[in-house]
């Protein structure tokens, strides 16, 4: 791992998470640019330093995607945040499962606490869907959101609906997805069990 390689990298994980054409999976992480050039920029020291701390393909994606994936776009500059970041993703990753279903407790209580049922959850219907304003507000993970639009499908609506006010959010947390690897029939079980939860719920409210 050098800088330019790191350079090449953030790049292609900035375009991912900011353009909506551009899919680092489908174009395979291509970007124009040479090493030639990448050594003409101003900011090549700050590469070669993440280079240093970061040996492998994995890590710097996970790096750059935990920091994106958050709307934290300033990780070049920022690097005590974009470090903690980088820990709680790695963190989530390790503890995936425990987190999902503490992060679908989180979201019942919130429902029952405010008399909000699922109608209020998930989509842009002339409201902010409250799942949207947890994630925003860090109560809940991205990864979470991800996983739980595996099950629901309500990121088109999302893209279609949102509005200007919220397309940048949503850019960046539906691009998240692709990163976010779990095991699904394990995860669609404890889904199922707290989504009967939520239909009673939503039958006492």
């Known amino acids: ?31 124009r640019g040479s090493r030639e050039k990448f050594y003409t920029r101003n900011d090549v020291k700050i590469f070669e330093k993440l280079a240093d701390v970061y040996k492998t393909d994995r890590d710097v994606v996970d790096y750059f ?17 974009s470090e903690s970041y980088y820990t709680d993703w790695n963190r989530v990753r390790e503890s995936m499962h425990n987190t999902f279903k503490s992060d679908l407790a989180t979201i019942l209580l919130h429902l ?27 109560h809940v993970h991205v990864q979470t959101v991800c996983i739980l639009d595996t099950f629901k499908g309500f990121f088109e609506n999302w893209t279609e609906k949102a509005g200007v006010a919220f397309e940048e959010d949503v850019l960046r947390i539906t691009k ?8 699904k029939p394990k995860f669609q079980d404890t889904y199922m069990a707290w989504n009967n939860d939520l239909i009673e719920l939503n039958t006492n409210a």
Do not use: C, Q, W
Not at 2 to 27: C, P, Q, S
Not at 67 to 81: E, K, P, V
Not at 177 to 183: A, I, L, R
């Open 112 to 138: 029952e606490k405010e008399r909000l049922t699922e109608k209020d959850l998930y989509n842009f219907n002339g409201i902010v869907p409250e799942l949207m304003k947890m994630v925003l507000g860090e």
């Open 176 to 183: 998240t997805k692709g990163f976010v690897k779990f095991d």
């Open 1 to 31: 791992m050098d800088g330019y390689n790191v350079y090449k990298l953030y790049m292609a994980l900035k375009l991912h998470f900011h353009n909506k054409k551009y899919n680092v999976f489908e174009n395979h992480g291509a970007i």
């Open 65 to 81: 995607v935990a920091n994106f994936s958050y709307g934290h776009d300033a990780t070049l500059y920022s690097r005590i945040t």
